[in-house]
């Protein structure tokens, strides 16, 4: 398995494992729905790493997904699919 490097200033490496997280409405099931999003855009979807924690008023949730990408493409692809989640209201 070949890997290069996209920049040296942003360090990715592909193919590659990748962390994402979203953060959105504590009541909205983001942490079964954002995974499922990916996994049926036919991104690799690390599942039993998926974590998810509310924020200290209850009120938000910050779910972490890790996937696989194999090229920068797969991993814009992740970032624009959570963005567009209508209950996703941060990324990083």
């Known amino acids: 398995m070949d890997t ?4 040296a200033s942003h ?11 979203a953060m959105g409405p504590a009541e909205a099931g983001l942490e079964s729905s ?12 690390m ?14 949730v910050s779910v972490r997904i890790r996937f696989r990408a194999a090229d920068r493409s797969e991993y814009d692809r992740a970032h624009e ?3 567009a989640h209508p209950d996703v209201k941060w990324t990083l």
């Open 47 to 60: 599942h039993e790493d998926v974590t998810w924690k509310a924020s200290s008023s209850g009120k938000y």
């Open 11 to 21: 360090g990715f490496q592909f193919p590659g494992v990748f962390d994402l997280s």
């Open 4 to 7: 290069h490097s996209d920049t």
């Open 34 to 45: 954002l995974p499922r999003c990916l996994a049926q855009a036919g991104l690799e979807v």
């Open 81 to 83: 699919l959570l963005r």
